[in-house]
């Protein structure tokens, strides 16, 4: 039997789970909209999500800004065919910002060249002038080989 990689990356971190279960559901919220934005290739929707101050490091450790993440976007540098994003933990970070961290599974081109991509990552929002914008991302890509059934 085949099992999911990114089941087996959470199978047994119940310790990774946030016991503010409020707090988890936005932040699981805020993911799932911006896991549609990236899917329905909206940029300006997806310009008003992400904060003037973002840092996007991708899993490849490539790093963009929000200008410099939004025109790739924009001219097809990356096309997000798939995004399923799990969130499994969130912190308060003050009274206007938490961090989550959870799994991700992207089908993405980048260049034009397909990429399936499962990766753990951390994402930090923040409210701005009353709406939650994304301020940092990081995710690195998650080893799936040699994941075997417990």
């Given at each position: ?13 119940e ?12 932040a ?32 490849t ?31 308060e ?58």
């Open positions: 039997m085949t099992v999911d990689p990114v089941d087996a990356l959470v199978a047994g971190k310790w990774l789970m946030s016991d503010n279960a409020d707090l988890l559901r936005l699981s919220d805020l993911e799932a909209r911006r896991a549609a934005l990236l899917v329905s290739g909206d940029a300006d929707a997806l310009a008003g999500l992400l904060s003037e101050e973002l840092y996007y490091a991708h899993s450790g490539l790093l963009d800004d929000k200008n410099s993440f939004i025109e790739k976007f924009r001219n097809g540098t990356f096309v997000f065919r798939s995004v399923d994003a799990r969130v499994q933990s969130a912190r970070l003050g009274e206007r910002a938490f961090q989550a961290a959870g799994v991700l599974r992207l089908l993405v081109l980048v260049d034009g060249v397909q990429r399936p991509i499962v990766a753990v990552y951390l994402v930090v929002w923040r409210q701005e002038d009353g709406a939650w914008r994304l301020v940092g991302h990081q995710a690195t890509t998650a080893p799936t080989e040699g994941i075997e059934e417990s």
